[in-house]
């Protein structure tokens, strides 16, 4: 039941009609609720400029965000449990060359790679992924999940 659930918000945050496409948030409101849905809580007033684009196909989900985030904030979604990975291995993971992410999404192998395996309950996968610019404060983020 959980598992539903789950689909059927993503399903209604990202605005799907059925139960495949892919979906880019167009207004601050709609980019802030899919912001709440991966982070379980609104954004803070440290959180701005929050592009999204998500992407369903079956049981399968990818996300991907990307803001700027205060120090502070990013300290608080480090914490939730990501932890460091090199870039070979992010780039690797989410297949960075095939061409999925949207254009705005780019990284740098200069910053600090995040991962997290368990992201999202009711999934039997869910593994979440942060790029984190220091310099810019600017996070990538991006979620996948499958049953």
Not at 13 to 36: D, I, N, Q, R, V
Not at 67 to 88: C, E, H, M
Not at 118 to 126: D, F, I, N, Q, V
Request: hydrophobic share 40%; charged share 25%; aromatic share 16%.
């Amino acid at each position: 039941m959980k598992k539903l659930k789950l689909g059927l918000l993503l399903l209604f945050l990202s605005g799907f009609p059925s139960c495949g496409g892919s979906h880019e948030a167009e207004t601050a409101a709609e980019a802030e609720k899919c912001y709440k849905f991966e982070f379980d809580m609104d954004p803070s007033s440290g959180v701005s400029e929050i592009k999204v684009k998500q992407i369903v196909v079956g049981d399968a989900v990818v996300a991907w965000l990307k803001f700027n985030v205060s120090p502070q904030d990013f300290d608080l979604l480090k914490a939730r449990g990501f932890y460091p990975i090199r870039y070979d291995d992010f780039e690797q993971e989410l297949n960075l060359k095939s061409g999925n992410a949207p254009s705005w999404w780019q990284v740098s192998n200069n910053n600090k790679f995040y991962k997290i395996v368990g992201w999202k309950k009711g999934y039997s996968y869910s593994c979440a992924f942060i790029s984190y610019d220091a310099e810019k404060n600017v996070i990538c983020f991006c979620h996948t999940a499958f049953n």
